[in-house]
């Protein structure tokens, strides 16, 4: 069973007026992938800072392994190099005086380690990020993807108890950029390092990691695994931020047994929605009738055409009506902008379409993909 | 949001005991050496022996002749220097960074090897040209008009002032400009232009208030300069009885018995004008940050059509009297068996050349300059760079302070601090073994040349990404380790830069150390200056010809490692 291997508890770092990063709490697991995703600004670097002791916090404490390394209370601080975290860093920092195997080597000596030893350990690493033979260059000699790899096995040659990345794929084209993740996904399998890794790209984050904190303004919103944050968001922040939604204006017309809701939608088409199962009213405490809310669903969960043989369907129910206002080809598919009264609905077409803009597309809602939300 | 983040300064998060230890000892010794002088000068200034504090001193230098002749003759100098000398430098500056003159390269390079040339033997150049009995301009003017006497006379205020203009006045405005108006953001000028504003308003609307704050820090920057001079005004100076501040503490000590008193206050009256100086250029200068913009777009170069060769021959030929003219009658002169006279029977000779070499004063000198050079050096290659590695990297409390320390000797004339250094050596039992020795000489020198060695360093630092030294901090580098496997290698090319430039500065230097120098320290530069004094021009020139290719030839070693200067936003 995997422990806790990293703690922070109330974590502050304060810049003037700002708290780039605001009584923060995470726990991060022995061995997993760990995520912190947000918007730009929102302290990410900032907490990777903390946990590496490049930045000292204002308050709270952190711990690893259960000992702290940083504690406002106790004033305890352990300086970065000592203690033992690997880190690539959003430019590399490959240090541009020295070859590839000087800096890979780097923390071994900086550690006291000599002779063979440091030969053997480096090519090792070499050999784990598939860099054989690159031994002698030197280090600004290298491609982006290269220089990623160099940086990735200097980070863990000496076995750090964690490995962090501060968004290392946003230098590098789209297609290096998927193939580094997958890399960096096996690697971390192979080896079982505890990953913290720092990124503004949900794509990266829900493909790469076990568990994603999300952040704004300092804190951590919501934490869970990928599948939890975007199937189950807690905020509309994070569901507008993870992937695209749909919003509908609405109010409540009945709640029925088993907290099923009956949801009249605003404007012209007057049509009952009927929303399943508790779960789904992710910020409706307490629905009762009357109550102005938002439906919400993700665009690929909108099935075109009529509900007929639908599980939970019946008498039209949450079926729609609109005109298209925009079509834009994506290559592998369509994105239809759908106007239905104030409310704009998007959803994805297969190609060939047989649409036009101005026609009429009829749709359907599955109750089960659908969310209520407070106004 | 991007131009924001990149304005944080990100600093060293651990502040260990015996960094902090460390970065105090730096302060102590860099206040020290800086302050201490200065503090002492102020002090002594109103110490009246046997009787405490008084004015005394204030007082008798108020009484001595000439006294406010000077101070009234170095404002005049200084205030007609930079009316001329602006204008003159501007159009240099323009000419060469906007427009399409043919071989500004060449031309620049020149300018270049003028801003490091030493003052001394290019003001002996001059005075072979222009002395009124011997001058070679002279006596050609005197055949050709068939006058009796020389109409030009170096020894007089508008000799000084060609002398000025003619050295470092104009070609400091221009090295320090140039790159300036070369690298400002050309896009300001062309979103002017797109907007439908013609060149000229362009010029007067957005370039001129662009370029401001960094003309304001020229101007003060060679006003201080002008403090600075010593040399020409005490070889030109004194046949005619004309006397600046510096000259005249020179000439207080000098005299039997030496007047301390005064000649420390006027010392510290000459300190008192230039705070407001001081002031305003480090107000400016921290403003600046926030005006000036960086840009990748060069701007299209003005086409000067038909003013292009003349505007070439223009800027070529002063530059060419800015180095090579003087320079050329100097090593003339070398070789001449009596300077001037041609039509001595046979007037060439190599025998100053073999005398100077064979003189044993001679070659302690050359050895003396050649320690102050390696000295000075040394010293700046151990010490600058923690310096601005405090300064740029640590988040030390005090490091404004060491900051404002490393850039106040730029401001300080090296006369006034010569003074302190004086005083500081003979009047405490514990220095005063040092008198004498080179090691006072590479002090002195090595203050002056400070400001621009840590300023160096300091943009490198900057511009070094702070994530090549946070990584060897991940990877379990101390600081030590890291200042000394990270920062020093990647800096070893600015180094050799700055230690090269201290060399220069310190091999040139007649100012900072006229008043410490004794026969058995005395380097080449001040033989120089003793030799001219003397009347012996053909031996003086020897020894300028030697100093100039000591210090140019180490210049040109410095540009192959990258020396830039100039103002940069
Ligand atoms: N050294 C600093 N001084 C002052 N403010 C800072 C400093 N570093 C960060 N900030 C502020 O703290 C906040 C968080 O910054 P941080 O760099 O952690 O953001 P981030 O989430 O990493 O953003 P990005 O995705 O753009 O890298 C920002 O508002 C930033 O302006
Ligand atoms: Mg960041």
């Not at chain 2, 006497?149 to 221009?174: C, E, M, Q, R």
Request: positive net charge; aromatic residues 10%.
């Amino acid at each position: 069973m995997a422990g806790t291997i990293l703690q922070l508890c109330q974590i502050s770092r304060i810049f003037g007026s700002t708290r780039a990063v605001d009584r923060l709490n995470l726990e991060i697991q022995e061995g997993e992938i760990f995520t912190l995703l947000g918007p730009s600004g929102c302290g990410k670097s900032t907490t990777l800072r903390l946990i590496t002791g490049l930045e000292r916090p204002d308050e709270g404490e952190i711990y690893l392994r259960g000992k702290a390394v940083a504690s406002v209370s106790q004033g305890v601080f352990i300086p970065t190099h000592k203690r033992n975290m690997g880190m690539v860093f959003q430019s590399y920092a490959i240090w541009p005086h020295l070859t590839v195997f000087e800096n890979v080597a780097y923390p071994l000596r900086a550690h006291g380690v000599r002779g063979a030893e440091v030969k053997e350990r480096v090519s090792k690493a070499l050999a784990l990020v598939n860099l054989q033979g690159f031994e002698d260059r030197p280090g600004p000699l290298l491609s982006g993807g290269q220089q990623q790899r160099v940086a990735l096995a200097r980070a863990m040659i000496y076995e750090p108890d964690i490995l962090l990345l501060d968004e290392p794929f946003s230098s590098l084209d789209a297609k290096l950029r998927d193939q580094m993740r997958v890399e960096l996904k096996q690697l971390q399998r192979r080896v079982g390092i505890t990953v913290l890794f720092v990124t503004h790209d949900q794509v990266e984050a829900l493909s790469l990691s076990d568990r994603i904190a999300v952040m704004e303004s300092g804190r951590a919103v919501q934490v869970g695994s990928p599948q939890q944050l975007y199937e189950r968001p807690e905020k509309p922040f994070i569901r507008d931020f993870l992937g695209k939604s749909v919003v509908l204006h609405g109010r409540i017309a009945r709640v029925g047994p088993e907290n099923q809701l009956e949801v009249v939608l605003a404007g012209k088409p007057q049509r009952t929605f009927l929303i399943h199962s508790n779960r789904n009213v992710a910020s409706v405490s307490q629905p009762s009738a009357g109550q102005r809310v938002f439906l919400s669903i993700r665009p690929e969960d909108i099935i075109v055409g009529q509900s007929g043989g639908q599980p939970g369907a019946g008498e039209n129910r949450n079926e729609m009506e609109g005109t298209i206002a925009a079509l834009q080809f994506q290559g592998d598919r369509y994105e239809c902008h759908v106007q239905v009264g104030e409310d704009r609905v998007v959803l994805y077409y297969p190609r060939p379409s047989p649409y036009r803009v101005g026609q009429t597309i009829r749709f359907y809602l599955p109750a089960t993909a659908l969310s209520v939300w407070t106004q | 949001m991007d131009t924001i983040k990149r304005g944080f300064a990100i600093r060293l998060p651990f502040r260990l005991e015996t960094q902090g230890l460390l970065c105090t000892a730096v302060l102590g010794a860099v206040g020290f050496v800086v302050l201490y002088p200065l503090l002492l000068l102020i002090l002594n200034s109103f110490r009246v022996p046997g009787a405490g504090y008084g004015l005394d001193h204030w007082a008798a230098a108020l009484r001595e002749p000439g006294m406010l002749t000077a101070v009234f003759n170095t404002a005049k100098l200084t205030l007609l220097l930079q009316a001329i000398s602006f204008p003159v430098a501007m159009l240099i500056v323009w000419l060469l960074a906007r427009t399409d003159i043919p071989g500004k390269n060449w031309i620049e390079f020149l300018f270049w090897i003028a801003f490091f040339a030493p003052s001394l033997p290019i003001v002996l150049g001059w005075i072979l040209l222009l002395d009124p009995d011997f001058g070679i301009l002279n006596q050609v003017l005197k055949q050709v008009f068939s006058l009796e006497t020389g109409p030009l006379n170096i020894y007089s205020f508008w000799g000084i002032l060609w002398v000025h203009l003619a050295t470092k006045s104009v070609v400091v405005k221009v090295i320090l400009l140039t790159p300036f108006l070369r690298n400002m953001d050309a896009s300001l000028e062309e979103a002017s232009r797109v907007a439908g504003v013609g060149p000229l308003r362009t010029l007067a609307r957005i370039v001129v208030p662009v370029m401001a704050p960094a003309i304001m820090v020229v101007m003060l920057m060679s006003v201080i300069h002008l403090l600075e001079t010593f040399e020409i005004e005490q070889v030109l100076g004194p046949p005619f009885n004309f006397y600046v501040y510096s000259t005249m503490i020179f000439r207080l000590l000098q005299i039997e018995p030496p007047q301390y008193g005064a000649a420390t206050a006027l010392a510290v009256m000459i300190l008192v004008a230039m705070v407001p100086l001081i002031l305003l250029q480090q107000n400016i200068s921290r403003s600046r940050r926030y005006t000036t913009v960086t840009g990748q777009y060069k701007a299209q170069r003005f086409a000067l059509g038909r003013w292009k060769w003349p505007a070439f021959a223009l800027v070529l030929g002063l530059g060419f009297f800015f180095t090579l003219l003087p320079v050329v009658f100097l090593g003339l002169a070398t070789f001449m068996r009596l300077f001037g006279f041609f039509d001595l029977p046979d007037p060439w000779t190599i025998s100053h050349w073999s005398r100077v070499l064979s003189d044993s004063i001679f070659l302690r000198s050359l050895k003396n300059s050649l320690l102050l050079g390696a000295g000075a050096t040394l010293l700046a290659v151990l010490c600058y760079p923690l310096i601005a590695y405090i300064v740029v990297r640590t988040r030390y409390r005090a490091r404004a302070i060491l900051d404002f320390l490393s850039w106040l000797p730029i401001a300080i004339p090296g006369m006034i601090l010569g003074l302190g250094f004086l005083e500081l050596f003979l009047g405490s039992p514990v220095f005063r073994p040092l008198y004498g020795s080179i090691f006072v000489l590479i002090l002195a020198t090595s203050i002056s040349s400070m400001t621009l060695g840590v300023q160096l360093l300091k943009s490198n630092l900057l511009q070094l990404g702070q994530e090549l030294e946070e990584a060897s901090w991940v990877a379990g580098g101390s600081w030590a380790y890291t200042f000394r496997r990270v920062i020093l290698p990647i800096l070893a090319p600015v180094m050799i830069t700055v230690g090269l430039v201290a060399f220069i500065a310190a091999t040139r230097n007649v100012a900072g150390i006229a008043l410490l120098v004794t026969s058995q320290n005395r380097p080449l530069a001040m033989l120089q200056l003793d030799y001219m004094v003397d009347g012996r021009y053909e031996a003086a020139a020897v020894v300028g010809v030697i100093v100039m290719l000591l210090t140019c030839g180490v210049a040109l070693l410095a540009r192959l490692f990258g020396l830039k200067l100039g103002i940069r936003n």
